[in-house]
Structures are given as structure tokens and as C-alpha cells.
């Protein structure tokens, strides 16, 4: 690629945060590289696979809000996690985050056990344990353009 | 761009790079009067490869990748410069962070791996659970740490508490609170020997391994694989499949088209010190085999874009991998070839 052909197609996927340094051949041919915004069909992928996340989040949303799970399955999908990944962080087994799922269990479980998966989630106990709140909240990134 | 810090004798300057495991060796070398490239680095450790791998899956998705695992750049160009590094993990997290207020009271600076999720100065739509990043912490000031990021271009700086949560993230990969920095440097280092073992090593992971899904053979797989999505998925999930190899290949940190401008640039430098022009045709011929993965991006771009619409896009994509296979089967050969004659 010739150094003036890096795309510059912004869709704010670095927040303005940075710029990429993208490797590419001047006029002289030799390598240099340029900074990048962003790239239409990198874009394009990119959000591809936030719609992915975010549906995600809403069919959890919906299993959380209908009792077919517990919270913890709505806070696991926002925080693009798996079970495998909060069970981890827990430092309890995976089948136990599984059985945790269980609006049934969940009801359950202790305080202790209950501000762990706060912790670990990085929410407050009382939106965590209120689940009408769901409604109410804001998408995961990339649905603010 | 460049910037350099003065305190506490520590002058450490920081130089934004593709790759954090490229950038973090290059910036750390430099501190010790070394000065090498991002693709100087990335050549001599090896960093090019190819790999699909479909029972291996993130988020459901069969993962594509353009790059060895992690730190294999790190080991190899320490091995072949001959570089020792100090090398640590503490299961005790304060404990590490002791460690590291020691090393920045005797002025060393320090590389670790982090996880990315929680990393504040990140951009939000790259925060995904990836736990092989590369920082270097360098300095302590009224208990925040200052940090050289290589993917950022200028300095960052995180708390006690978030440089700890970072160090300690879990799942794949977790760092475990790694640390390193180099205990000893040679006075004079062998870069023709490293660079030819460097490429001696990506042409033979590229060529050579027995098993179809990595190297050449693992493209042409992938070929195969692209071509059967549309068949059997969902039109939702087939665009998402694809999608996957097309974010390994531009993602952060590949410097576009999946390493292979990187290694271009890496082969145009040793073409001048080895004083070899071969070389440099053979640069301009990855080179067109990157403009060739771009344009592969874009087809994936439109299919993602018209998932809904039935078209033949799926086999356009599969057929333009199976001569970018060609292709790099013909680059590594000669490229091999041309290697031992060196």
C-alpha cells in the first residue's frame, strides 16, 4: 500500500484517542508509517461484532426480565465476558457461576457471595439487585453515533 | 512521534509502534543503547505467521489468527541477540507491586503484561478480554505510575489500585502480575546472524509445518472453511465468521494487512544491511501480497454489509485466499532460498 492510500474513514472506533500507525510505501518506496483514523471495511467488522455483543445483552436483558435467569447473566454478556471468565475472577468452580444463573439459587445466595460478583462486575448492590432497572440501562458502546 | 521524560535519572523515551510486544522489546532495548525498529524487532523474533484454528473459539467465533502466540517475539529475539531478562510473577499482588516500587527506585524500567478490559486510557470499542498486552512502567510519582504504552503516542498513567487490577486480570492468558526487564546486554550485537535466523524460522513455519491448519496450508484451509459458511450458517453468523479474520488481520497492533507490510518493512531494512537488492524486490513482493489481504478485507466489508442479499461473494473471498496462498507459498520459498545463500 502507498503511504497515500492509508484510509483516513473515521467512525470514532479509537474515541479520538489515538491514532493507528499503519505501515505503507512512500513515493520513494521505502517504508514508513502513517497514522490512521480508520478503514471502511475495518469499520464495517468492527461493529459487526458490537452488534453481536449488544444482542447479546438484549436477549440476556430479556431472559433476565422474564425470570428465566438470574442478573448475572445480563452483567456477563455487558461485560463481554463468558462463565468461564467470571468464575475465574470469582475464584469459585464454573458449574457454580452456571447454577448462579438460576434465578432460583440466585435468590439464595449470600450477601458475601453477592458483593463478590458485584465487584467483579463493577456495579452497585442495589441496581445489581434491582432488576426493573435493566430497562433503563444505557446500551453497551458503540450504539452512541 | 518521540517524547522523552527526565527524573529521578530516569530519561525514558517513548515511541509509539504497531505492536506492543515489538514496541515494549524496541523501547526497552533502546533505554539500553540499543536501537532497533519495530520491524527490525518483529523480523528477528519471528512475529509473521498464519493460523485458523476452528475449534478454538472467542465469543463463539472460530479464531483466525496472523501472529504466533504471545511473547514468542519477546523469546526469540532474546535468544538470537543474546539478551538475558529478569523474569517474574508473584501470586501475592501487593507483593508485586513492591517489587516494581523497588525496581523504579533503582531506576530500571519495567515491562508487564496487562490485561486490556481494564485498562482506563483505552478506547472503549478495543476493551475485550485480552490479557497479553505489553506496558513499561517507568516511573512512581505521589503514587501513580507512569506508563509507556506502545500502541498509545504519548505517555499514560494509572493508579496503585488500577495498575494492580490490570496486572491481575483473569481468564486466557492471565499475567499473573508478570514482570521483566533485561539484566544483561552484550556490548556488541550479531544482527545479520539474528536476522537470517529470524526469517530461517518464519519460512519455516509458513512452509513446513505438518499440520493443514497453519502456515500456507492454513490459509488455503481457511479458503476452504469461507467457502462453506454460507452453506452452512446462518447469513448473520457466516458475515460474523468472516468478519473474525478480517479484524485478526487490521486489528490493532498488525500495522495493516495482517503483519505483512510490518515484515515488508523488516525485510527492506535488512535488504540494506545486508546489502543485498534480491531482498528488496522480494519486499515489494509482500508488499502486493498485503494490497492482496486488503482487498480481501473489502469483499468481507461488503458481505458483512449485504448479509441479507444472497450473492457470491463467499467464493470471490475464498478464491482470492487460495492465491494470496499461492502467492506466499512462492514468497517463503524464494525468500528461504535466498536466506541460506546469505
Not at chain 2, 487460495?322 to 502467492?327: E, Q, R, S, T
Given at each position: 500500500m502507498k503511504s497515500k492510500d492509508v484510509p483516513q474513514d473515521d467512525a470514532n472506533m479509537m474515541q479520538g484517542k489515538f491514532k493507528e500507525p499503519i505501515y505503507s510505501v512512500d513515493e520513494k518506496g521505502n517504508y514508513t508509517t502513517v497514522k490512521s483514523v480508520g478503514w471502511d471495511a475495518k469499520n464495517e467488522v468492527m461493529k459487526d461484532a458490537w452488534d453481536n455483543v449488544n444482542n447479546r445483552i438484549d436477549k440476556a436483558k430479556q431472559d433476565v426480565l422474564k425470570g428465566k435467569s438470574s442478573p448475572i447473566a445480563y452483567y456477563i454478556e455487558k461485560n463481554i465476558m463468558d462463565v468461564g471468565i467470571v468464575a475465574s475472577y470469582m475464584r469459585i468452580w464454573k458449574w457454580r457461576v452456571r447454577r448462579h444463573l438460576k434465578p432460583s439459587v440466585f435468590n439464595k445466595l449470600s450477601d458475601e457471595m453477592i458483593d463478590k460478583y458485584c465487584e467483579v462486575f463493577g456495579v452497585k448492590r442495589e441496581i445489581f439487585l434491582n432488576n426493573d432497572l435493566l430497562n433503563k440501562e444505557e446500551k453497551q458502546i458503540n450504539d452512541k453515533e | 512521534m518521540t517524547k522523552s521524560n527526565k527524573k529521578n535519572n530516569i530519561t525514558f523515551e517513548h515511541k509509539q509502534s504497531a505492536h506492543c510486544e515489538?514496541?515494549?522489546?524496541?523501547?526497552?532495548?533502546?533505554?539500553?543503547?540499543?536501537k532497533l525498529s519495530e520491524p527490525m524487532v518483529f523480523g528477528i523474533g519471528s512475529g509473521l505467521f498464519f493460523s485458523h484454528m476452528p475449534f478454538l473459539k472467542v465469543g463463539g467465533i472460530p479464531v483466525t489468527s496472523f501472529r504466533p502466540l504471545p511473547g514468542m517475539i519477546f523469546k526469540r529475539l532474546s535468544k538470537r541477540l543474546g539478551i538475558k531478562f529478569e523474569k517474574h510473577r508473584y501470586s501475592n499482588p501487593h507483593k508485586s507491586m513492591e517489587a516494581l516500587d523497588k525496581n523504579l527506585q533503582n531506576g530500571i524500567p519495567t515491562g508487564m503484561l496487562v490485561g486490556v478490559y481494564h485498562l482506563t486510557y483505552f478506547p472503549d470499542p478495543y476493551r475485550f478480554h485480552f490479557n497479553a498486552h505489553n506496558i513499561i512502567v517507568f516511573e512512581k510519582k505521589d503514587n501513580t505510575y507512569v506508563i509507556s504504552d506502545p500502541i498509545m503516542e504519548g505517555y499514560e498513567s494509572l493508579s496503585y489500585n488500577e495498575l494492580l487490577k490490570v496486572r491481575y486480570a483473569r481468564g486466557l492468558f492471565a499475567p499473573k502480575g508478570h514482570m521483566y526487564w533485561p539484566k544483561s546486554v552484550p556490548k556488541e550485537i550479531d544482527l545479520k546472524s539474528a536476522i537470517k535466523k529470524g526469517i530461517a524460522h518464519t519460512c519455516k513455519d509458513m512452509l513446513t509445518i505438518p499440520i493443514p491448519m497453519f502456515g500456507v496450508k492454513g490459509i488455503r484451509y481457511l479458503a476452504k472453511k469461507v467457502r462453506s459458511y454460507p452453506k452452512k450458517l446462518s447469513s448473520r453468523r457466516a458475515a460474523s465468521y468472516t468478519?473474525?479474520?478480517?479484524?485478526a488481520q487490521e486489528e490493532i497492533g498488525t500495522g495493516g494487512a495482517g503483519f505483512r507490510y510490518m515484515y515488508s518493512a523488516?525485510?527492506?531494512?535488512?535488504?540494506?544491511?545486508?546489502?543485498n537488492e534480491k531482498l528488496l524486490e522480494l519486499s515489494f513482493e509482500l508488499t502486493s501480497i498485503g494490497d492482496l489481504w486488503r482487498e480481501f478485507a473489502i469483499i468481507t466489508g461488503r458481505i458483512i454489509?449485504?448479509?441479507?442479499?444472497?450473492?457470491e461473494s463467499y467464493d470471490k473471498a475464498a478464491d482470492l485466499l487460495?492465491?494470496?496462498?499461492?502467492?506466499e507459498e512462492i514468497f517463503f520459498k524464494e525468500l528461504n532460498k535466498l536466506?541460506?545463500?546469505l
Open positions: - | 515489538n514496541g515494549v522489546v524496541s523501547n526497552l532495548l533502546n533505554f539500553y543503547g540499543i468478519g473474525q479474520i478480517v479484524r523488516f525485510i527492506q531494512e535488512a535488504a540494506e544491511i545486508m546489502k454489509k449485504n448479509r441479507n442479499t444472497i450473492d487460495l492465491v494470496i496462498a499461492d502467492k536466506n541460506k545463500s
